[in-house]
């Protein structure tokens, strides 16, 4: 068995998509980011890497390399995932908090949830989804954190 963590945020601004596990969030504000700022997909990208000592989403994915600009995270975690794949690994479960104060996730938690299951190859009942909010303390900023369970 295999463990990986990863994090992720992003500041919030006016004017920007905001993208969340994959999908648009009707949103006034979205990620400041080199690619489309989906700080749960970054985040999973990162866990699923470090299971496997692969090193993290900016080693593999640079921010100064302007073939990633404005790219989709999707991409990412199909990558992370292929190569996890290759040296024999299982993705298991997945454990997921995303903290932003607005807008609240709650009325999208299925769609999110389906989402995440088709893009990680996972039935529901195997990603765990938590919201959060930073509690003002962070209003302008989104963050998410996973854990990914993994076989191999």
């Known amino acids: ?24 969030i009707p949103s006034p504000h979205g990620a400041l980011a080199h ?4 700080a749960p997909l970054h985040a999973l990208t990162d866990a699923l890497l470090s299971a496997f000592g692969l090193g993290d989403i900016g080693l593999l994915f640079p921010d100064t390399d302007p073939k990633w600009r404005g790219a989709r995270s999707e991409v990412f975690l199909k990558e992370a995932l292929r190569l996890v794949e290759e040296r024999g690994g299982r993705l298991i479960q997945v454990s997921l908090a ?20 088709r893009l990680l190859g996972l039935p529901p009942d195997r990603i765990g989804l938590t919201f959060k909010t ?4 962070a209003v302008a900023h989104v963050q998410a954190r996973a854990m990914v369970l993994l076989e191999g």
């Open 134 to 137: 930073s509690e003002g303390l």
């Open 98 to 117: 995303i903290i932003l104060d607005q807008p609240k996730l709650s009325p999208h938690r299925q769609g999110l949830q389906e989402n995440l299951s």
């Open 1 to 24: 068995m295999r463990l990986g963590y990863g994090e992720d945020s992003h500041r919030l601004i006016e004017g920007k998509p905001l993208y969340l596990c994959g999908l648009l």
């Open 35 to 38: 690619s489309d700022g989906d």
